[in-house]
């Protein structure tokens, strides 16, 4: 069981970038699939998730209407596009899989099972 997070970069503000969080191993069919972020100095908090079961959709208020999350059932892989990138959403960002997981905020680590390793976003002009 493994999930890979990738498509971290360096953006300036305002601009985009779509994160990927494949899974291998196992169907993301049955889990709810979440993003947390953690900037340095804070703790982890929960950005988005997904019920692969409904499709239906969580956001923080603080990525609401910048960010989507999505899930492709064919490539078993969860994307998460970010527009409008701030630089407060400069932070390492990792994926987790939560087995019969839905969609429901404020997101807790401990509902999680899997976790991926993160990847680095920065946005800073």
């Not at 997981?101 to 404020?106: I, K, T, V």
Request: some cysteine; proline content about 3%.
């Amino acid at each position: 069981v493994q999930l890979q997070a990738s498509g971290g970069g360096l953006v300036q503000p305002g601009g985009s970038l779509r994160l990927s969080c494949a899974a291998s191993g196992f169907t993301l069919d049955y889990y709810g699939i979440g993003w947390f972020r953690q900037a340095p100095g804070k703790e982890r908090e929960g950005v988005s998730c997904i019920s692969s079961s409904d499709g239906s959709t969580y956001y923080a208020d603080s990525v609401k209407g910048r960010f989507t999350i999505s899930i492709n059932h064919a490539e078993n892989t969860v994307y998460l596009q970010m527009d409008s990138l701030k630089p407060e959403d400069t932070a390492v960002y990792y994926c987790a899989a939560e087995i019969g997981g839905f969609a429901s905020g404020p997101m807790k680590r401990t509902w999680y099972d899997y976790w991926g390793q993160g990847t680095q976003v920065t946005v800073s002009s």
